[in-house]
């Protein structure tokens, strides 16, 4: 498996989670991901990015059963905490879509940049899960109905609505993603790093109660979600790419 790439332009850190072409993203590259994070702080702008045709499918739905999940959730919280706690800004730059997990590392980022037409999709509901990450901070930075809406419906929403909605920070043209994308961000290099450390450590929400929230969150997965029938149905048959049986149970 390739590793993340890295790319230092114009003083811009590009993180690449480099698996196209849809960039799942499997517990190792999670850890790599969140090693990089703390190790890199010296960026006023992160951008993450990734190959291929899409942002991000989510992370792997093998390491969503029995066997990883626990691992699979400890790793994800530890990386979507990364992501508030850096330093400088961190950017999600969406082509193509971002799809469950994808979806939750592109809309907890502190800027979202994406190309009009692309997806932000939560579809955990209809495979028995539910995202944990969204569930436990998305009603913390998004309005509450929405917040419900993309976790309960599973549907797929487009970019351009999204910044309507104040969700997503500003949409471009295909063609232009990554160029205006980058035009947009050197900007933030003009300002002072200590200013700016500052003013995200008091924009954002405390640390210890995004981490109460997720770790509320992932109990539930763990503790009662997965003890469902209905929860292990839906995993093995989106892995049998079959339509789900609920047994209500």
């Not at 690449?16 to 517990?27: A, K, T, Y």
């Not at 981490?211 to 892995?239: H, P, Q, S, W």
Request: hydrophobic share 40%; charged share 30%.
């Amino acid at each position: 498996m390739d590793k993340i790439k890295k790319e230092i332009k114009d003083n811009i850190l590009y993180i690449d989670f480099n698996s196209p072409p849809v960039n799942v993203l499997e517990i190792s590259r999670l850890k790599e991901l969140t090693d990089i994070l703390q190790n890199e702080k010296n960026f006023k702008v992160v951008a993450l990015k990734g190959s291929g045709k899409i942002f991000c499918a989510g992370l792997d739905v093998k390491d969503h059963l029995p066997d990883k999940v626990q691992e699979m959730l400890d790793v994800f919280s530890k990386f979507i905490l990364q992501i508030f706690e850096y330093p400088g800004l961190v950017v999600s730059v969406v082509q193509g879509g971002a799809y469950g997990g994808g979806c939750e590392v592109a809309l907890c980022c502190d800027i979202v940049l994406a190309e009009k037409d692309a997806v932000f999709s939560q579809p955990e509901i209809k495979l028995g899960v539910f995202p944990p990450v969204a569930c436990a901070l998305y009603p913390l930075l998004f309005p509450s109905k929405f917040s419900n809406l993309i976790i309960y419906s599973g549907e797929n929403f487009k970019a351009g609505e999204l910044e309507k909605r104040g969700i997503i920070t500003k949409t471009f043209d295909k063609e232009n993603l990554f160029e205006e994308s980058h035009n947009f961000l050197k900007k933030f290099n003009d300002l002072s790093f200590p200013v700016l450390k500052l003013t995200k450590k008091a924009t954002n929400f405390d640390s210890g109660l995004l981490k109460n929230r997720l770790d509320r969150a992932n109990k539930i997965y763990l503790d009662e979600l997965m003890k469902t029938e209905d929860a292990l149905e839906g995993l093995k048959a989106f892995l049998e790419k079959r339509k789900p049986v609920w047994k209500e149970k």
